[in-house]
């Protein structure tokens, strides 16, 4: 059974900053591919950011410049520090994770794991 837990949603204002945890537990193979994801309401889901177990990291144009992803592989913990926060950034927060390392497209589909989310809002 494996978990993933979001903390470190909150509401900041624009130019803010926050950083986003996500605890991984159970059984999941420490190279697995992590991901942040995020939804705005009437929106879809998104792609942010992804990271590889050695360090190889992705992220969407938007968030280019603005956000950093990160992982501890043997505490097997992702964060996401996300600076100059925009409202547009506004959305829930959501990790996942899968098996072997990241795709090249941002579907949802090939993650086999996600976290229940966290709320981030910018105003």
């Known amino acids: 059974h494996v978990q993933l837990v979001e903390s470190g949603g909150g509401t900041v204002q624009a130019g803010g900053s926050l950083t986003l945890s996500c605890a991984v537990s159970?059984?999941?193979?420490?190279?697995?591919?992590m991901a942040w994801f995020r939804q705005a309401p009437g929106k879809e889901r998104e792609g942010v950011a992804d990271?590889?177990?050695?360090?190889?990291?992705r992220y969407v144009d938007s968030v280019k410049g603005r956000f950093t992803i990160s992982r501890d592989n043997d505490k097997m913990i992702v964060y996401l520090q996300m600076n100059d926060l925009r409202p547009e950034d506004t959305a829930m927060y959501s990790c996942?994770?899968?098996?072997?390392?990241?795709?090249?497209?941002?579907?949802?589909?090939?993650?086999?794991?996600w976290g229940q989310g966290t709320q981030v809002t910018v105003s």
């Open positions: 990271i590889d177990a050695d360090g190889r990291v």
């Open positions: 159970g059984s999941i193979d420490n190279h697995a591919c």
């Open positions: 996942a994770a899968r098996d072997g390392r990241c795709g090249s497209s941002w579907s949802a589909y090939e993650y086999n794991w």
